[in-house]
């Protein structure tokens, strides 16, 4: 399932096919930088969530909470990244949002969504019960 959007909050969890609560998600794509540079990265989540960019982790956003924005920082050359971005629920609300900032935004904090192109939205997502 393609799902570009990673601004979600209980009832789009739902509507992906997700349980109320204890529930794991995992979302892959590639995104695409046009002006090399440090990026920063952040999640917002309830509950955990960590965000990697070619594999390596650039924010660490785990642990039982509400929700809470984390952030990190990597330097990306021009051209098309993978990302990953897992996250859990274990009860109450669910949320996550993922933001990134740099060269390609002019320093503004943009939600994930806005760097993935047409050409890009080659994604998986899969949530599952635990």
Same mark, same amino acid.
């Given at each position: 399932? %393609?799902?570009?959007?990673?601004?979600?909050?209980?009832?789009?969890?739902?509507?992906?096919?997700?349980?109320?609560?204890?529930?794991?998600?995992?979302?892959?794509?590639?995104?695409?930088?046009?002006?090399?540079? =440090?990026?920063?990265?952040?999640?917002?989540?309830?509950?955990?969530?960590?965000?990697?960019?070619?594999? =390596?982790? %650039?924010?660490?956003?785990?642990?039982?909470?509400? =929700?809470?924005?984390?952030?990190?920082?990597?330097?990306? =050359?021009?051209?098309?990244?993978?990302?990953? %971005?897992?996250?859990?629920?274990?009860?109450?609300? #669910?949320?996550? !949002? %993922?933001?990134? !900032?740099?060269?390609?935004?002019?320093?503004?904090?943009?939600?994930?969504?806005?760097?993935?192109?047409? #050409?890009?939205?080659?994604?998986?997502? !899969?949530?599952?019960?635990?």
């Amino acid at each position: 399932m %393609v799902n570009p959007i990673l601004s979600l909050g209980h009832d789009e969890f739902k509507a992906l096919g997700c349980p109320d609560d204890r529930f794991a998600a995992v979302f892959t794509g590639r995104v695409q930088i046009y002006q090399a540079g =440090s990026y920063d990265f952040f999640t917002l989540s309830d509950d955990g969530s960590h965000l990697f960019v070619d594999g =390596s982790m %650039v924010v660490d956003n785990g642990g039982l909470h509400g =929700s809470e924005e984390k952030q990190g920082a990597v330097q990306l =050359s021009a051209g098309f990244h993978n990302l990953k %971005v897992d996250f859990f629920e274990n009860a109450g609300g #669910a949320e996550l !949002r %993922v933001f990134y !900032r740099g060269l390609d935004t002019r320093g503004e904090k943009l939600e994930i969504d806005a760097l993935l192109p047409p #050409a890009s939205l080659e994604g998986e997502f !899969r949530c599952s019960m635990y």
